[in-house]
């Protein structure tokens, strides 16, 4: 099984400052011959299901402001939100599905300063 | 528009059974991968299980492998998750969630709102 970790496990970041999350997985999920990386990140806001922010690693949802950003490869993975907002209050979560089973990791959770 | 509602939680003694049901509209049901995840109270995402678009492929999460089975039926739009043998660390909040591809190596782009079991004497 592929194992996911998330760090930190929360931060606090003033309004319009940048909120960096960080994700690693056991084993690469980079699937070379595609050149994919099957990663994606979700927003959980409280008392709400999951919304998916990026897929494929970076490539970010339809409607996702684009403030947030996804990048890395391979075991290494980060989101970013550039110029962090109200309504970002939410904890990220990162996800591969390179292989089952397909492992969340613990979660991160973002606040304002 | 795409819509999950999932139907069937409630209060279940240990060693019990529940079928969790997840109707499905606005897009071509038998065309995508579905998932079951599950978020115990306070706690964080947990996948459970996944079923391709054909259903002829299925995946558990080892804590649940062999006591659940996931199952659609495309005449009906509907997704399923059989529990048996259930157990006071299955209770969460069950959410039933498309995939964005006819398999499961694809990531969750929508999801519905979740139907709470809880496990208990």
């Known amino acids: 099984d592929i194992g996911m970790t998330q760090s930190p496990d929360s931060l606090a970041v003033s309004l319009g400052e940048r909120a960096t999350i960080n994700c690693k997985s056991s084993q690469s999920v980079l699937y070379s011959s595609k050149n994919k990386n099957y990663l994606a990140w979700y927003q959980q806001k409280p008392g709400q299901p999951p919304k998916l922010l990026i897929h494929?690693?970076?490539t970010r949802e339809s409607g996702v402001p684009d403030r947030f950003s996804g990048s890395g490869s391979g075991t290494d993975f980060t989101l970013t939100i550039s110029s962090l907002q109200a309504e970002d209050v939410a904890v990220y979560y990162c996800?591969?599905?390179?292989?089952?089973?397909?492992?969340f990791g613990p979660g991160t959770k973002v606040d304002i300063k | 528009e795409v819509q999950l509602l999932e139907s069937g939680g409630g209060l279940v003694q240990p060693g019990g059974s529940l079928r969790m049901s997840c109707a499905a509209s606005g897009f071509t049901f038998s065309g995508y991968a579905m998932s079951w995840v599950r978020q115990a109270p306070g706690k964080g995402l947990e996948w459970v299980s996944g079923?391709?678009?054909?259903?002829?492929?299925?995946y558990y999460a080892d804590s649940v492998k062999g006591r659940f089975t996931i199952s659609r039926d495309s005449s009906k739009n509907t997704l399923y998750l059989q529990m048996n043998s259930l157990r006071a660390e299955d209770t969460a909040v069950y959410y039933c969630?498309?995939?964005?591809?006819?398999?499961?190596?694809?990531?969750?782009?929508?999801w519905g709102q979740g139907a709470l079991v809880t496990v208990s004497s």
């Open positions: 494929w690693a970076s």
């Open positions: 079923i391709s678009g054909s259903g002829i492929s299925t």
């Open positions: 996800q591969q599905y390179y292989s089952s089973p397909f492992t």
């Open positions: 969630a498309k995939l964005g591809g006819t398999s499961c190596d694809s990531s969750l782009d929508y």
